[in-house]
Nanobody
Framework: QVQLVESGGGLVQAGGSLRLSCAVS????????MNWYRQAPGKQREAVAF???????NYAGSVKGRFTIHRDNAKNTVYLQMNSLKPEDTAVYYC?????????WGQGTQVTVSS
């Protein structure tokens, strides 16, 4: 059974930092690209960042230079370090991956940035 479990969300003031974690089980984690998405109230879900099995990364323009994605294959965990947070970063953050042709999502973790 594939499971993705996010943690680390919370309430933070603008300019602050949070680190999200996504613990993964049920797949060969080291071989999978891992993604972070977010969905703000009333908006569509958007891609935030991804990291390939080889460690290559890509970021949405709105977070580039502020967010960092990295993975620990020994712990089957992907992280999203978020610095210089802005109120517009407020959203539910999800990790996701594709395994054997199926999309898997975590339950999400709420990030709220106050101004």
């Amino acid at each position: 059974q594939v499971q993705l479990v996010e943690s680390g969300g919370g309430l933070v003031q603008a300019g602050g930092s949070l680190r999200l974690s996504c613990a993964v089980s049920g797949i060969i984690f080291s071989g999978n690209t891992m993604n972070w998405y977010r969905q703000a109230p009333g908006k569509q879900r958007e891609a935030v960042a991804f990291i390939t099995s080889g460690g290559s990364t890509n970021y949405a323009g709105s977070v580039k230079g502020r967010f960092t994605i990295h993975r620990d294959n020994a712990k089957n965990t992907v992280y999203l370090q978020m610095n210089s947070l802005k109120p517009e970063d407020t959203a539910v953050y999800y990790c996701a991956t594709i395994f054997s042709g199926t999309n898997y999502w975590g339950q999400g973790t709420q990030v709220t940035v106050s101004s």
